[in-house]
Structure formats: C-alpha cells, structure tokens
C-alpha cells in the first residue's frame, strides 16, 4: 500500500513516534515518576472504583485510638502505662501479632518507659519507624536509601522489632506503593509491614529477585520490591476496634491475629486521600499493605507487566502512524482511536485479575507523533488538493471538465481501452469557408468563441461532453465517461438545442445571410473509448462505427437538404417514434460512405424542428424536461 505522504515524511514521523515512545517506555521500565503518572491516577482510581469494594481479610483487625478513646483519656497522646495496659489488653484478648503504628519515641523522662517495653515484649510486636528517604541515592538504587532513622525509645526497641512506616504517594497524594525494604547504614532493613507478616508467620520472608516469598508462597512486587497496594474500601472497611472497648474491659476476639494498634481521632495522625475515601488515617493505610501481603492480593505490577505497556505504547503508535500514513484520515481516526479504547478495556478487564497495566503510556506515547502527523496529512492533503484542482482546471481547458476530473482522480484511467454503448453527436456550420476569408483572422476568431460556447453550454446541459472542436464543427458525447440509460434522449434533445440555439444566435449577430444552415448528425452505437498518441502525448478520444456514422450524418443533411439527422437506432433508444410524440417528417433509408450497411434516419428541415430552446423551455411532446435530472434533460420513456 502506497502512502499518500512522501516516502520522507512518513519516514521521519516514524523515527521521532519511535525514539519519543522509546524515551517514555524507558524511564517507564525504570520506575521513574514523570507527568504521564498523573493521568494513570485517575485511569487506576477509575478501575479501583469501578471494581469496587472488597472484603478485607479477617485476620487482621485495626486497633483504633480514636475519638471516643482520646475523649475518655483526657489527652493525647494516651500515657505510657495507659497504652501499656492497652497492649496487655490486645494480648489478653488472643492476639497473635501485634503492630504498633505509633512512633514510641524516648524522651527527657523515661521512668514510664519499662512498663510499655515490658508489655510490649509479652507479645510478638512490631513498632513502626521513620525514615528520611536520601532521593539522590535512591534514585540509583532499587530500593529506598535512607539517611536517617527516627527509632523508638531504646528500652522499646531492646523488646520489639522494628520496622520502616514509610510510604510512597502519588502526585495527589494518595498512598500507592509501600515499600518492602530499605537500605539503612546497617544494612537491609524491612518494612513495617513486611515484619509484622514475618511476626505472624513466625518465618522470615525470603527476598526473591522479583518478590518476596511468604511461606509456601511468593509475593511478586514492583520494582526496587515495593508493594502495590489494592485497597478494601473506605474507611472501617477492615475490621475495626475503638481501643476504648478493650480498655474499659469489653471482650473483643483477637483470636490468632493481627492487631494493628494506631490513631484514627480527628485531626490527630497520617492522614491520606485513597480512590475510596479523601480522609483515611495512616493505620488503615499499613493494614492495607498488611492485608494485601496476607491474601495476596496486592495489584500485580512488576517487570513484565511494564514490559507490556511498553509493547502496547510501541503497537499503537507504530499502527496509528502507519494507518494515518496510508489510510484515508477517517478510517485512520477510527482505527487509532479504537486501539485506544481497546487497551483501556484491556487494563479495566485484566484490573478484576490483579493485574495493574498503564492506561496512561500508550496515550502519552502515540498521541503527540499521531496527532502531529494528522495535521501534517491535512497540511500536505490541502496542498496537494489545490494542486490537484489547478491541474484539474488547467486540464479542463484542453479536454471535457468531466474528464478531466476523471483523469485528475484515476491518472491511468482508459490505460486499458473500454467499449461502451453511447450517443455520438456532430455539429457544422454551412457556408463558414466564405465567412471566414471574409472576417478575417481575428474577427473569426471571435466568431468561432461564439459558437463554440453556445456548443459547450447544451452539451452540460444536456449532459453531453464536447470531445473536440474541428473549426466550423463539434464532436459530442453522451454516455461518457459514464453511462446513463438517459443518454440517447439527451442526445436527441441537444441536437434541437443546438440548430435553434446556434439559429437564433446568428440571426442576433446578422451572420445568418452567412451562414446558410446549422447542421447536426446524431447517431446510437457501440464506441470505444481509448487514449491515442505517445507514451508523453495523449488525448482521450471516442473511435468506432458509431463516431463515423454520426459523423456522416452531416453529408446525409447536406444530401438531403437536411438541418437536423437522427439515427433511427437512437430514435428507438429514446422511445422517440410512439403515437404520441412527435414524428419526424421524413425518414429515409440511406448510404453511408464508406459502409456498407445501409441506415434508416429521421430527417428534419430547418423550419420543421421543434421549437424548443434552452432560454424558454419551450419544448413539445416529447421533448419534455426531466424533473429528475437537469431541467434541460430529456427523460428516458418507460
């Protein structure tokens, strides 16, 4: 297939699509944030909406220092041997594991500090941290690097492990990824989260080159192993517990499970934007991840997913510059934008399996090289149409404006010649030798501008074509390029329209004592339309026994002191011959020279042919007009 670009043009919109979706899929495959992530938040909370809500696993429940709990203490933060006497609590009711989402730093006085540390080392515990990620080095690194760690209290940490809370949000904010591991100046450290599954399960997870394997199982992660998260819903969508209950003594089963102890009050904690819920408290946020880690299912997103956005951004950019190089722009547009909405529905279906494709990638990628190649194809689309009409205009000139556009839209056109059955109409003016010695050069000129003009306006608007002029005379067609079952009858009534045209013109300008008679010759037959001269000189022309019958017709008019000769096979071709029309007043068997078939032929002198014109529509039955074609056309008889 061809394009209707030049070869450079589509060449150069390629390499740039190419080396721009290439930049993007790169830093893409990296993990490198960029503005594209802006719109994949909105595409991802979309499909986290749409699939909806999710129940949240039951082993896991969130211990929630709220505001009933806050109201009762009279204070926050809740004192050391409150939140001590919480923590035995939180045992007491079965508790398996516990996760302390408060950062239980030390302070000028720390007498209070050993009743917490003791109640913490009476149930396997984890107690949060926080890290001061070092962006330069992280950005090298497949995991977080931090700088510094804000540790628990030294009596807390010698009782209960510790673990990162450190998250990673979106540019809105919302928490997306947590990650599993950190690199600290004493090495790898893990998550929060991640010790608090290794606490539960009383193993220690095994780091895999593309996850984490948790038991019998492994975890797949996104790059630099951070988790995907997948929320439940909105807030309380995890089992919840106002700390309050368990303190005023109320028995809650924590039966084998994992306690997440955090602050949930107003105005008191983290607090995140999520595609559920605008205000959710930092400990829902690590339940989250908890959980996710728990059934397994965080969104899957890791190397071969990205390796899949990267792929579809290269297929749609590559096909849609190809479709709007080769193809017409609408189906161009159709088949781009289709491919669009076929990978959206694509990342929505495979969403309800886990799976987190880009939505954002294949649009960031394709839209700015197809979009500028679109207007680049109109640009050069407009050119090319006005050059085409100048050409098309200039070609109108020398041939018939209709076969010219022709020709102009299908340049091999009659390449192959084509026969076809059409009306051939001639026109010649008596007595034109003498006139033109008498005018001389210039004044025939103008005479013959005149009446080659009269010729051209019958034949539009009879629905003929003017395929040469031969000084005093005219060669018409009707039926080409295109057939019409209406061509015999308006070849008929040009023939009229001519002899009263051209008639009525030479008496207005006095040249009818000039010119003794205006004579047409029409006749219906097989032709064959063709293109004759050298490879780089050609003309369009109509050959075949018709053409030299109705050319003979003018010697036929002349015999037989004849204006107006039809062929009696276009006669019939029009139905013309019936009781109520109009007969013509002779018809004679004749010779043509050169043939040896004789003819039958209608024969109309100059003062026996229908007085019809094409400025009063005048015109007797059957020269009607067709109301359902040119109002100068005569219609076909059924």
Known sequence: MKSSLPGWITAIALIIGLAWTGFLARGHLAGKSSVIDRFETVLLDLRITIKGERTAPEEITIIAIDDRTVSKAGQYPLSRNRLADLIGKIRDAGAKTLAVDILLSGGPENSDIVPLANSLGSIPAVIAAAGLVDETRSSVSAVPVISKVLLPASEIGETASIGLANIVTDSGGTPRHIPLLFLTETGLQPSFSLKAMELFLTAVPNVTETGIRLGDRVQELDMGWHLALNYYGPRGTITTVSAERLLEGERIDLENRIAVLGVTATAVGDRFGTPFDPVLPGVEVQATGIANLLDGSALSRNENTRLADSAAAFAVTLIGLAAVAFLPLAPASIIYLAMLAGWVAITFFLFGQGQWLSGALPFAASLPPVIALIVTRQIFDRFQSNRLMQAQEALSRFQSPRLAKRVAEDPGFLMVPKEQDAAMLFVDLSGYTTLSEQLGPARTRDFLKSFHTIVVDVANKTGGIVLDFMGDGAMLGFG???????????????????????????????????????????????????????????????????????????????????????????????????????????????????????????????????????????????????????????????
């Not at 039809?566 to 018809?587: E, G, W, Y």
């Open 480 to 638: 080409i390029p295109e057939t019409s079952e209406n061509d015999p009858a308006n070849a008929a009534l040009c023939a009229f329209l001519l002899h009263n045209g051209i008639g009525v013109w030479l008496s207005e300008t006095g040249m009818s004592t000039r010119i003794s008679r205006v004579r047409v010759g029409a006749h219906y037959g097989q032709v064959v339309l063709s293109r004759l001269g050298h490879d780089r000189q050609q003309q369009i022309t109509t050959t075949g026994d018709c053409v030299n019958v109705a050319s003979r017709l003018l010697e036929v008019a002349k015999d037989l002191d004849a204006s107006v000769v039809i062929s009696k096979d276009l006669l019939d071709a029009t139905s013309f011959v019936s009781d109520d029309t109009v007969i013509p007043p002779r018809i004679e068997t004749v010779t043509i020279r050169g043939r040896q078939q004789e003819l039958q032929v209608g024969l109309w002198r100059s003062d026996e042919c229908p007085t019809t014109s094409i400025e009063n529509g005048n015109v007797p039955l059957p020269l009607v007009f067709s109301q359902a074609r040119s109002d100068n056309v005569l219609p076909r008889k059924s």
